[in-house]
């Protein structure tokens, strides 16, 4: 799985295997600079798929 935008610490926007952005919820996943591959994903603690992309506009108004 890459994560492509963190949005805090623990959350962060990622890419799937088969290609389809998901939200991922983790303990210190937001920590390396982006994009990166997570590899063990035992790291993740939750998930959500079907991000709208209107959604995914508002993340650009957080700041870094």
């Given at each position: ?6 949005i805090?610490?623990?959350?962060a926007v ?6 389809r952005?998901?939200i991922a919820?983790?303990t ?6 982006v994009?990166?591959?997570?590899n ?5 603690q939750?998930?959500?798929y ?6 995914l506009?508002l ?6």
């Amino acid at each position: 799985m890459k994560v492509i935008k963190k949005i805090n610490n623990n959350v962060a926007v990622c890419v799937d295997s088969n290609g389809r952005e998901l939200i991922a919820f983790g303990t210190g996943i937001g920590f390396k600079p982006v994009p990166y591959m997570i590899n063990d994903l035992n790291v993740i603690q939750r998930t959500y798929y079907g991000i709208n992309d209107k959604y995914l506009g508002l993340l650009n108004e957080f700041p870094l």
